[in-house]
């Protein structure tokens, strides 16, 4: 039996979730390992500058500011996210750092061990915390460049679509390798869309990354329809 439209639909919203949250971890490694070999700054400020300055790009390539606006209301609702998932690590960790340390001496062990265990765990966890804000407005980007997606889809389905109307008329042949290869391609190149954009670690140019994945997503779905099967 065939999976439903509906389980088909669910099926991708879930996939695009899990690469998110893999985009994301993997953000988080390439920055962390960053600060530990490659960046000359150690406290995230890279990644503000890197930051900002996409901020700028994205800025100068839309006309009307309503492609920033829109990408500056997804980017609070996603920072009102991380603050409710970390906010209590935070203030725990600003509790903690304030806190006196006790001295070796006054300290048993297994108990120094559980402490500095503690306190390196609450200062990653605010790093971490740190970064995802930084990296929001990424993640805002790519949710709105999905709109965007959504445009070069319906020009691909219908472009695919009449040529498959034509190839049904004129008696052109069927391609069923070349239908399922790029019906294949299209959860693959929707991953490496999520994954460049937000865990690419160098200053990107928002507005063309995005561009460029849509019409190579269009692309592929205006082939995979035209080849789909002539007569059902």
């Not at 959504?150 to 069923?176: H, K, P, Q």
């Not at 399922?180 to 959860?187: E, I, M």
């Amino acid at each position: 039996m065939g999976i439903s439209p509906i389980g088909a639909l669910l099926a991708w919203k879930i996939q695009t979730l899990l690469s998110i949250v893999f985009a994301l971890c993997v953000a988080i490694i390439v920055e962390f390992g960053g600060m530990g070999r490659l960046w000359e700054a150690h406290d995230g400020s890279r990644l503000q500058n890197r930051t900002a300055e996409e901020y700028e790009l994205l800025a100068a390539r839309s006309c009307n500011g309503l492609a920033v606006q829109t990408v500056d209301k997804v980017r609070l609702l996603y920072l009102g996210l991380v603050d409710l998932v970390f906010g209590s690590s935070r203030a725990e960790w600003e509790m903690r750092s304030k806190r006196p340390a006790g001295s070796p001496e006054s300290m048993s062990l297994p108990v120094r061990f559980l402490d500095d265990m503690h306190r390196a765990i609450s200062r990653h966890s605010h790093t971490t915390a740190s970064l995802l804000r930084e990296i929001s407005f990424r993640v805002a980007a790519m949710t709105v460049g999905w709109a965007v997606m959504a445009f070069f889809f319906a020009i691909g389905l219908t472009d695919g679509l009449v040529r498959r109307e034509i190839r049904r008329w004129s008696g052109g042949r069927e391609s069923s390798w070349v239908y399922n290869t790029s019906t294949r391609l299209l959860g693959p190149i929707s991953l490496v869309y999520t994954v460049t954009l937000i865990a690419w670690p160098w200053t990107l140019d928002i507005a063309w990354t995005i561009s460029i994945f849509a019409l190579i997503n269009g692309l592929a779905l205006s082939i995979a329809s035209s080849r789909f099967k002539k007569y059902l």
